[in-house]
């Protein structure tokens, strides 16, 4: 539609239009039906918008309306009764001055004002004291506030307790006296307050005497009692030294060095105040004038009060009043003192007092310091309390006490005639208060030391482990021992490198490059992480048991050290000892528990996981030189005080010893633990080793064809015999005997020789290999057992009974030790019982005649396993004299046997001992370490 439009001109009645209305004329000129409808739909709804917003403003504020109404009209009437009690004011004002000038006129005559000006005087005195007391004390001139408090009081009291009813009369006519005392009064607890808190820092000698002194006259204190106010001031000085903010007012942290320093300054500064302010320390500096009672004269306090109230003094009232016209009894006025205040304190009650302090404070100083020294988280920092604490306390003990004459006989030198006069006894401050909760503080951060040890050495190996079941390439490429050694060219006795970290015992011999090279590098890092740690450890220790040189010499004329730096060193070296100990077997039991998680969770790797904790342990043993410096502690370095000098034992003195010391057997005891955890994770490979190698075996060895025997003769020896026939013809017969074992038995034992290499076997101990092999010999000989039973009996042809004969007794040979031992004469026994057996099955005749054979074939056997067996030759070596020939029927490549043999990287050669000499009872040492039986 279109719009519509009006002519443009007046409205419709012909008059002006008004703006709105010219407005809404233009919008129906311009704009379309449709949208005017829209634009009053918008007008409506904001118009009814607006009125339910000014009914709900009406709604939620007519309470405020209705406040704010009553309180105009509280207003008007509050200010209506100001206004009247102004009014009344002025009234009762005009009522006094009046009361004044009637009473004036009827009780006083004008031509003699003293009465009425001595009492104005008086209450000006009065009115002026608080703002002198208060500044007297803002000086810290305690003892004139407390003049001013107790001279104002005696005011107070003489015009509130005036007798003549005309004075009393008189002193009605100041009504603000009451008023003005109320304000007067607090000023004592102020004054106490104040002096407190004053003598809590560290104050000069004088000044402490004042501020003493003022308390005294305040609250009319003894000597005695105003002692244990001192002492019970220093008492709580020094506990809120140690409760304070850590913190200055800049918000840099306290230094605990600085604040246990301050506490021991203060204690010592308030002996010597005690000795001054309430002993005779004041003034005698002779021997005559130093007797030997503290009594013999008066403490500087007492001297101080004894001058304040003396009456020859010209001043009246400590100077303060010195207007004639104040009364007499004012201008007169001398300080009242306590009854004793002025009279010789004697040297039991002092030294009573002083003692009874001393022992309550000592509890309260060492709990202090021992929560200070929780701040500090390293030896060096305890160490830096200590040396900072003897160059206090060595300055502090020079110091010569006014009244205390020592001699040079006297060695304790003037503290110890300080400690005598005050305490009744010579005392070191060292020990009564700072020894205990540095030692133990230095013991804690040690603690922790050593748990962060054990800690950082599980993560890493723990890491490590993690790895290997991961199947880190490298690190399974570590587990072969053998072959590394073999590929590694840098462990060459000659090459020059080192190959193991400064932290790891290392010896310049061929011997420790293969040892180094049993232990990879993933062993090394971990063995290295628990060497660093205990190198702190180490280094932590011999900054708490170095001298300084302070005390290593003393001239004659040196006054005596504080205390001996190094007093502690048997405790702390006993205890970092013991502390050594727990470390270790705090490090075995959890290599222990890791090792049984590892067996729980049973993966292909949990035998290398194994093993390779086992390594940390015995590396440990054999490169951690840190164990044994810390076991060892007082064989190395100064460990005795001799005439003021101290005397260091040498390692080669203590080795010239015939007996071993308790640190060498405290010493042995660790490294045998670690190396029984050691021995405990081999136990694990050598009990899968031999079981998994032994049932193949046993299946193999029942089920191989017996009766055959073809693969077998192969390699039997014939051997010529010559008889004689009945009509004395010589007759030559040749005969096949075994000459070698068979080749699942030389499987089974080469196979397992290359597992031993692998795992580094020139490092393995001599009783693991036992062990081995005491474990192979008990299964093959099961599996015998059971090959020998009726149920094979019928399937075993002579052939094969003369090869299980020679198996057994090559059995015997390798795996049997030369060490003779309840369980080995029991497995001869046994292995005897099998041999019987066979025996039993070949023909008597015959057996006489290849006995003698089998036994040289038997040697010779031994004597080509030396080499590719020798892992278990060397429990039981070859004999060292004539070697046995061989023919040229004999076959000489044992190995050819063996269904597989694997080349070994380390070769071992047996040597020493005599397979003959062996049975007849010779013992080699087992605990002998094997590289010596192996070379590259």
Known sequence: MAPTTLPPGDGADGGTLEPWEKKTDELFRTKPIEEIKVAQRKNRDAIEQKKAELRQLVTDRYRDLIEAADTVVTMASSAAEVV????????????????????????????????????????????????????????????????????????????????????????????????QWDSIHPFKDNIVRTAREFLTSSQPEDASIEAVAAVMVVEQLTNVAALRWYLDVKSAAVAGAFTAAPSTGAGTAVDPTQRICTVVGSITQALRHVNALFGNGGDADTI????PEVGSGLGKVSRFLSRAVSPDRPEAAGGLFLSQALPATVRNFRLPLARGALEKLPVETLQEACAKWFQELSSVVEEGVGRTLRQVNAVGAVVGVRNAAWTLLRDEYAVRA????????????????????????????????????????????????????????????????????????????????????????????????????????????????????????????????????????????????????????????????????LGDAIEIRRFLQAACEKCVDDLVANIDKEVAAILAADDSFAVDRVLFLGRVCRETVQHVKQIEELMMLPASGKSALEGGKFVARTRRAAN??????????????????????????????????????????????LGHDWEGMVVEKRTWQRHAINEETESGQKVESLVLLPSQA??????????????????????????????????????????????????FKQKLSQDATLQIW??????????????????????????????????????????????????????????????????????????????????????????AVADEVNRFPLLPISAGGSLKSSSRGAKPKRSAPPAAHFAL
């Open 806 to 895: 020679f198996d057994l007794c090559f059995v015997g040979d390798i795996l049997i030790g030369a060490t003779h031992t309840a369980q080995s004469s029991a497995r001869h026994t046994l292995l005897n019982g099998l041999v019987e057996q066979c025996k039993k099955k070949i023909d008597p005749f015959d057996l006489v005649i290849f006995n003698p054979l089998l036994e040289a074939s038997r040697t010779k056997m031994y004597h080509r396993s030396v080499t590719l067996l020798g892992y278990f030759t060397q429990l039981r070596p070859p004999p060292t004299g004539a070697q046995p020939t061989l023919s040229s029927s004999e076959q000489s490549n044992t190995m």
């Open 288 to 291: 005559e004038d130093a007797g």
């Open 742 to 791: 068979s080749s699942y038995l030389l499987t089974l034992l080469c196979n397992v020789c290359v597992e031993v290499s692998r795992v580094g076997g020139h490092t393995v101990e001599l009783e693991t290999i036992g062990a081995l092999a005491d474990a192979l010999f008990d299964k093959c000989i099961a599996a015998y057992t059971e090959l020998l039973s009726d149920q």
């Open 84 to 179: 009247a009690s102004a009014h009344k004011m002025q009234d009762v004002c005009q009522n006094i001055q009046l009361g004044s000038r009637q009473f004036g006129e009827a009780s006083y005559d004008r031509s003699d004002p003293s009465d009425f000006y001595t009492k104005a005087l008086q209450m000006k005195l009065l009115m002026d004291a608080p703002e002198q007391i208060w500044s007297a004390l803002e000086e810290r001139n305690f003892f004139r506030a407390a003049n001013m408090y107790v001279t104002s009081k005696f005011i107070f009291d003489s015009i509130q307790n005036e007798r003549d009813s005309a004075n009393r009369k008189l002193s009605k006519s100041f009504p603000i006296l009451f008023r």
């Open 656 to 701: 010239r010893r015939a007996a071993p010391t308790e640190h060498d057997t405290r010493l042995a005891a660790v490294r045998d633990k670690l190396l029984k955890a050691c021995g405990r994770c081999y136990e694990v490979w050598t009990e899968r080793l031999s079981v998994d190698r032994a049932q193949a075996f046993s299946r193999r060895l």
């Open 402 to 565: 006014p009244g205390i004459v020592t001699t040079v006989a006297d060695d304790t030198g003037p503290w110890g005639g300080l400690c005598r006069r005050v305490l009744g006894g010579e005392t070191e401050l060292w020990a009564a208060f700072l020894q205990q909760p540095v030692m133990m503080r230095a013991q804690t951060v040690f603690t922790s030391m050593f748990r962060v040890s054990v800690e950082a050495t599980l993560t890493a190996a723990s890491a490590v482990t993690k790895e290997i079941k991961a199947g880190n390439t490298e690190v399974a490429e570590e587990s072969d021992v053998g072959r590394r050694l073999w590929t590694n060219r840098k462990l060459q006795p000659n090459s020059g490198e080192s190959n193991h970290p400064p932290t790891l015992k290392s010896e310049d011999t061929h011997t420790s490059a293969v040892g180094l090279a049993a232990c990879p590098p993933s062993v090394r890092k971990v063995v290295e992480a628990f060497a660093s740690t205990l190198a702190d450890v180490v280094a932590q220790s011999r900054l708490l048991l170095d001298d300084r040189g302070d005390t290593a010499t003393r001239g004659l004329n040196d006054p005596p050290p504080p205390f001996d730096l």
